[in-house]
């Protein structure tokens, strides 16, 4: 006798297929008993094939569960159409969808089969972008929704300079968005700013006791720490002559590097270290928790700027980011009418993400000109303009689907 | 009739000694061909309802010594056209087999 179904939920993400492709009633009674058959298919196919077993079974489970609840839904409006007096009533009733829909999803079927190559492109491109898109959010998410670690935040916005004539805007706290003179014009013209810094990401190679290190830098004016309200854990932050580009080069260790780099001995500072073929005096380390925007930085080195960075001349060499704090009244708004009062140039915050919908549509374009003949033979048989364009949608509708299940599990 | 699909017929031998559920056709038909046929949780949905729609099987109660883990998964059996086919199925491969072995194809056994 057969053992009895644990009650095991499957996974989210199995559920979320059930949810989206079956009707309502049909899953509640089915759902249990699926997600168990589906979790045996799983264990099975990972105890014979492994890992990539794993992977096959949910490609394949998913696929297989779309495809019964599409069966479930023509079941259902098969029996609402028998409810509705038996017979079709006309070509657009009730009873006469399931039938063409079930014909459509095989005729879509077939096509994609038989054009594999466009199928496997279009597929991957969904895959792809899709996998992308979930990576991108994930990080937007932790780079802009979710707060950054700093005291008020909120406060905190990000200044880029940007060309509407010379296509998109590249904006976002790693793409370059300032030059040097902007930032002393702002310095001096802007009054809704509590403090203004700018900083560069770089890559360093460190001269430690054992060889040479690749890391990454942060070249920070030292107005930062006073901006993003950092406290040393140990020896000091920058002073306002650090800053100046031809002070005697200072740095910083993040908590991670001082630990890794040199087990956290508090003789660190006050010694020099070369970064670069420069020596550093190390002057401090931050605490343990601190984090701007990314988490691989382990040295913080002063910026300055020589004289002729600052020059007009180099009004559009957008090397540094630039952020501010605003004061505790003032609005974005009233930065950006300030900032277009010194330089007419506008100023954006978030970058945009949109590519999918685009690559794909254009993809879809190419293969329907190479179908005209398909659509010609179904045409003189018979078939109607409104057919063959649901016959389209419905092929469109499928890859999509099957793109969008491909790419959440590739993101998972 | 027409011929039955592969995993029709799986179902069917699988649902001819007893009477079971989903998940023990599954396990069923993998345990008796070594593995080599593995049944989908969907596709066994449909098979089920289409099997059911031709009365080639019929929903069963429960054995007397299942315990349920919570849920209630439907039982299916074998009905007498379920046999019946199966048995054509059967007898149709035997054929095929015969065949086979006539044209020393198939060698032993």
Same mark, same amino acid.
């Given at each position: 006798?057969?053992?009895?179904?644990?009650?095991?939920?499957? &996974?989210?993400?199995?559920?979320?297929?059930?949810?989206?492709?079956? &009707?309502?009633?049909?899953?509640?009674?089915?759902?249990?008993?699926?997600?168990?058959?589906?979790?045996?298919?799983?264990?099975?196919?990972?105890?014979?094939?492994?890992?990539?077993?794993?992977?096959?079974?949910?490609?394949?489970?998913?696929?297989?569960?779309?495809?019964?609840?599409?069966?479930?839904?023509?079941?259902?409006?098969?029996?609402?159409?028998?409810?509705?007096?038996?017979?079709?009533?006309?070509? =657009?009733?009730?009873?006469?969808?399931?039938?063409?829909?079930?014909?459509?999803?095989?005729?879509?079927?077939?096509? =994609?089969?038989?054009?594999?190559?466009?199928?496997?492109?279009?597929?991957?491109?969904?895959?792809?972008?899709?996998?992308?898109?979930?990576?991108?959010?994930? !990080?937007?998410?932790?780079?802009?929704?979710?707060?950054?670690?700093?005291?008020?935040?909120?406060?905190?916005?990000?200044?880029?300079?940007?060309?509407?004539?010379?296509?998109?805007?590249?904006?976002?706290?790693?793409?370059?968005?300032?030059?040097?003179?902007?930032?002393?014009?702002?310095?001096?013209?802007?009054?809704?700013?509590?403090?203004?810094?700018?900083?560069?990401?770089?890559?360093?190679?460190?001269?430690?006791?054992?060889?040479?290190?690749?890391?990454?830098?942060?070249?920070?004016?030292?107005?930062?720490?006073?901006?993003?309200?950092?406290?040393?854990?140990?020896?000091?932050?920058?002073?306002?002559?650090?800053?100046?580009?031809?002070?005697?080069?200072?740095?910083?260790?993040?908590?991670?590097?001082?630990?890794?780099?040199?087990?956290?001995?508090?003789?660190?500072?006050?010694?020099?270290?070369?970064?670069?073929?420069?020596?550093?005096?190390?002057?401090?380390?931050?605490?343990?928790?601190?984090?701007?925007?990314?988490?691989?930085?382990?040295?913080?080195?002063?910026?300055?700027?020589?004289?002729?960075?600052?020059?007009?001349?180099?009004?559009?060499?957008?090397?540094?980011?630039?952020?501010?704090?605003?004061?505790?009244?003032?609005?974005?708004?009233?930065?950006?009418?300030?900032?277009?009062?010194?330089?007419?140039?506008?100023?954006?915050?978030?970058?945009?993400?949109?590519?999918?919908?685009?690559?794909?549509?254009?993809?879809?374009?190419?293969?329907?000109?190479?179908?005209?003949?398909?659509?010609?033979?179904?045409?003189?048989?018979?078939?109607?303009?409104?057919?063959?364009?649901?016959?389209?949608?419905?092929?469109?509708?499928?890859?999509?689907?099957?793109?969008?299940?491909?790419? !959440?599990?590739?993101?998972? | 009739?027409?011929?039955?699909?592969?995993? %029709?017929?799986?179902?069917? /031998?699988?649902?001819?000694?007893?009477?079971?559920?989903?998940?023990?056709?599954?396990?069923?038909? $993998?345990? $008796?061909?070594?593995?080599?046929?593995? /049944? %989908?949780?969907?596709?066994?949905?449909?098979?089920?309802?289409? /099997?059911?729609?031709?009365?080639?099987?019929?929903?069963?109660?429960?054995?007397? $010594?299942?315990?349920?883990?919570?849920?209630?998964?439907?039982?299916?059996?074998?009905?007498?056209?379920?046999?019946?086919?199966?048995?054509?199925?059967?007898?149709?491969?035997?054929?095929?087999?015969?065949?086979?072995?006539?044209?020393?194809?198939?060698?032993?056994?």
């Amino acid at each position: 006798v057969s053992k009895a179904p644990s009650v095991r939920r499957a &996974p989210l993400l199995y559920r979320l297929v059930l949810w989206l492709a079956w &009707p309502a009633r049909e899953r509640r009674a089915q759902s249990a008993e699926l997600e168990q058959m589906f979790l045996h298919c799983v264990a099975e196919s990972r105890r014979r094939r492994g890992w990539p077993g794993v992977v096959l079974a949910w490609l394949r489970g998913m696929a297989d569960a779309m495809g019964a609840g599409i069966f479930a839904w023509a079941e259902l409006f098969a029996a609402r159409g028998r409810m509705n007096g038996g017979r079709s009533m006309g070509r =657009l009733s009730l009873s006469g969808i399931p039938r063409e829909l079930v014909s459509d999803v095989r005729l879509a079927a077939r096509a =994609l089969v038989r054009d594999r190559l466009f199928t496997a492109t279009a597929l991957l491109t969904l895959l792809v972008c899709l996998a992308a898109n979930a990576a991108i959010f994930s !990080i937007v998410r932790s780079v802009l929704l979710k707060p950054l670690p700093i005291p008020e935040a909120d406060r905190i916005v990000l200044l880029s300079n940007i060309y509407p004539r010379s296509g998109p805007p590249r904006t976002g706290p790693g793409a370059s968005g300032t030059s040097a003179p902007d930032y002393f014009d702002r310095l001096e013209g802007m009054t809704v700013f509590e403090e203004q810094a700018t900083y560069q990401r770089l890559s360093a190679s460190v001269e430690l006791a054992d060889g040479v290190e690749r890391t990454v830098a942060l070249r920070a004016t030292p107005s930062f720490f006073a901006l993003v309200r950092a406290r040393p854990l140990r020896g000091t932050l920058f002073r306002e002559q650090d800053g100046e580009f031809d002070a005697a080069p200072r740095a910083i260790l993040s908590y991670g590097y001082w630990q890794r780099a040199f087990g956290g001995e508090e003789a660190v500072i006050g010694r020099d270290v070369r970064i670069n073929g420069v020596a550093f005096h190390v002057i401090g380390v931050l605490p343990r928790d601190f984090q701007f925007i990314w988490n691989d930085v382990d040295l913080w080195l002063p910026l300055g700027f020589a004289p002729a960075l600052r020059a007009d001349s180099r009004r559009h060499s957008n090397n540094w980011n630039m952020i501010a704090r605003l004061k505790p009244d003032a609005t974005v708004a009233q930065a950006q009418a300030e900032v277009d009062a010194i330089n007419a140039r506008p100023l954006e915050r978030f970058p945009q993400f949109r590519s999918i919908i685009i690559d794909s549509a254009n993809l879809l374009l190419v293969r329907s000109a190479g179908r005209v003949r398909e659509m010609a033979i179904r045409q003189t048989l018979g078939a109607g303009p409104l057919r063959l364009g649901r016959q389209l949608l419905t092929e469109t509708t499928f890859l999509t689907l099957l793109g969008g299940v491909l790419g !959440i599990a590739a993101a998972w | 009739m027409r011929n039955l699909p592969e995993h %029709w017929f799986h179902i069917l /031998l699988a649902v001819a000694d007893q009477a079971r559920h989903g998940l023990g056709i599954i396990q069923e038909v $993998s345990a $008796s061909t070594n593995g080599e046929v593995q /049944l %989908w949780p969907g596709m066994l949905y449909v098979a089920l309802r289409r /099997l059911a729609d031709g009365g080639l099987v019929a929903e069963a109660d429960p054995p007397a $010594s299942f315990e349920s883990g919570g849920g209630r998964p439907r039982f299916y059996r074998i009905t007498a056209a379920g046999r019946k086919a199966s048995a054509a199925e059967a007898r149709r491969l035997a054929q095929l087999v015969a065949t086979a072995r006539a044209k020393r194809i198939l060698r032993g056994t």
